[in-house]
């Protein structure tokens, strides 16, 4: 899959710089496979939730929420939001 875009996830590794190692193996992950679906994805991605039409990872054993967009018939996943718990749990991002 290509992932639109990395940018985002330096820009919150210097926020957060004990981020960027779970971060960067997540897209590595994400850019080495692909998906046909949500189940695919899962099956890779255990803790993936879907909400509306988000996907929201946990990243870096529950520390960080990572946001996105998927579209697998393109194989594209877009960068919404890459948030702390604690601001994931302000509800915000919706």
């Given amino acids: 899959m290509k992932l639109i875009s990395n940018w985002a996830l330096r820009e ?26 949500f189940a695919a994805m899962r099956q890779t991605f255990g803790s993936v939730d879907k909400v509306g039409d988000r996907y929201v990872f946990n990243i870096g054993g529950n520390k960080y929420r990572f946001i996105a967009t998927v579209a697998y018939s393109i194989q594209t996943v877009w960068v919404k939001h890459v948030l702390t718990h604690v601001e994931y749990d302000k509800g915000a991002w919706k």
């Fill in 12 to 37: 919150f590794s210097g926020i957060h710089p004990q981020a960027e190692e779970p971060l960067q193996a997540w897209r590595h992950i994400i850019e080495r496979n692909t998906f046909q679906n």
